[in-house]
Each structure stands twice: as C-alpha cells, then as structure tokens.
C-alpha cells in the first residue's frame, strides 16, 4: 500500500518549520543580493562554520539554495526567485505588524495620560 498524499496546508507547515531557524533566514536574506562564497556568509552571520554548514545543507536538502565549487571556494545562491519574494513579503508583512502595534501602544499611551489628567 502507498502512502497517501500530503495535504498542501501539511506541506506548507513543514516548509515554513524548516524555514524557522533564524540562521537559515539569514542566510536566504544574504543570498537575496545574488550569489556568495560561503566565507561571506560566515563573515556576515558569525556563526561556527559546522553550525552554518549544518544550516545550508538543510536549505540544500529542500532545493532551496543551490552550491557550486571553483576550487576551494564554495559558492551558494537561491534557486528560484520566489524565495528572495517570500523574504520580501514576509519584510512587508512585518513591517505593517509593527506599524499596527506601534499605533496601538501610541493609543494606549494617550489613553493613559488623558486618564491620569482627571
């Protein structure tokens, strides 16, 4: 018997838990510019270089980045367009939160001042 499919929303959930690991959307952040050596990445995230390595081959993996070796160096870049449009959505998305719970905290701020002037 053959296993039956993975709902969509199922996949969904499982891409976004794999794109849930702050080293992992540093990396795709970086990568949005184009293509980077891996010295690059780790000069920008600071991080062990076997904690990166683990890192990106879970995006490899996932057909998120793709790697290609000249010599020594080491060289990573997204694979589609779509996730660096993902990174952006996710940038506006954020954004407009924020702008929304800074409005709020304005709100409550005057609300509390008002009611400390009676």
């Known amino acids: 018997m053959g296993r039956a499919p ?10 976004f838990r794999m794109l849930g690991h702050p080293v992992r959307i540093r ?20 991080i062990e270089p076997s904690s990166l390595s683990q890192q990106l081959a ?4 996932y057909g998120i980045v793709s790697s290609t070796r000249t010599g020594s160096t080491v060289v990573y870049e997204l ?33 509390g001042s008002a009611g400390a002037a009676r």
């Open 27 to 46: 990396v795709l952040e970086l990568l949005q510019d184009g293509p980077k050596p891996v010295r690059e990445l780790l000069a920008a995230i600071e």
């Open 79 to 111: 694979s589609g367009g779509d996730v660096a449009e993902l990174m952006r959505a996710a940038r506006r998305i954020l954004t407009e939160m924020l702008a929304g719970r800074n409005e709020l905290l304005e709100e409550l701020r005057g609300a």
């Open 58 to 61: 879970v995006l490899r993996r």
């Open 6 to 15: 993975v709902p969509l929303y199922q996949a969904k959930a499982e891409f």
